[in-house]
Antibody, heavy 121, light 111 residues
Framework: EVQLVQSGAEVKKPGESLKISCKGSGYSFTSYWIGWVRQMPGKGLEWMGIIYPGDSDTRYSPSFQGQVTISADKSISTAYLQWSSLKASDTAMYYCARTTSELPLGGFDYWGQGTLVTVSS | QSALTQPRSVSGSPGQSVTISCTGT?????????VSWYQQHPGKAPKLMIY???KRPSGVPDRFSGSKSGNTASLTISGLQAEDEADYYCCSYAGSYTLYVFGTGTKVTVL
């Protein structure tokens, strides 16, 4: 069974750093892209970026380029999303999701359960 | 890259059909056959309902169907059921620079 399991909820202060994770299982982790999606409270889905764990090829949405860093450790089948200096506006639910194919073209067929990040002083 | 445009809400009675539109440009929806649709119930992760414009993943009821004409994609739910009440989002491939863009989201209400 394909599963993406994300790390738990985080409460941070502005200016702090954070790295959240997404562990894949039940499939070849290096053969599909993993994307990250933001959902701010009461708002819609926003695509942030995507990584191919096989060679760490990473692409970012222009809206998130320079704001976050996406990485992966294929030895432990885990993708990461990290911030170096959080802002209150980073408060949101963050989802990881797997692409439907080996190319970053189609949709996302399996999703993690989400990680809630709260940034507050 | 602007979000794809969806109606804020649509509604229908049980058994009826509803259609959700998703309007983009020739740089996304109109340029590629890579539109996907997601269902999201409150407090839950999104679920893939349609991909590559009209393909249904295993386990998704055939009441859900997708299509595209020009720069507008559509999701139709036939034989509306109470459990179909949720938010729905479209998503399109938008080229090698932007890659993906999501729609604004539509709330489906079953009357």
């Amino acid at each position: 069974e394909v599963q993406l399991v994300q790390s738990g909820a985080e409460v941070k202060k502005p200016g702090e750093s954070l790295k959240i994770s997404c562990k894949g299982s039940g499939y070849s982790f290096t053969s599909y892209w993993i994307g990250w999606v933001r959902q701010m409270p009461g708002k819609g889905l926003e695509w942030m970026g995507i990584i191919y764990p096989g060679d760490s090829d990473t692409r970012y949405s222009p809206s998130f380029q320079g704001q976050v860093t996406i990485s992966a450790d294929k030895s432990i089948s885990t993708a990461y999303l990290q911030w170096s200096s959080l802002k209150a506006s980073d408060t949101a639910m963050y989802y990881c999701a797997r692409t439907t194919s080996e190319l970053p073209l189609g949709g996302f067929d399996y999703w993690g359960q989400g990680t809630l990040v709260t940034v507050s002083s | 890259q602007s979000a794809l445009t969806q109606p804020r809400s649509v509604s229908g009675s049980p058994g009826q059909s509803v259609t959700i539109s998703c309007t983009g440009t020739s740089s996304d929806v109109g340029g590629y056959n890579y539109v996907s649709w997601y269902q999201q119930h409150p407090g839950k992760a999104p679920k893939l309902m349609i991909y590559d414009v009209s393909k249904r993943p295993s386990g998704v009821p055939d009441r859900f169907s997708g299509s595209k004409s020009g720069n507008t994609a559509s999701l139709t739910i036939s034989g509306l059921q109470a459990e179909d009440e949720a938010d729905y989002y479209c998503c399109s491939y938008a080229g090698s620079y932007t890659l993906y863009v999501f729609g604004t989201g539509t709330k489906v209400t079953v009357l």
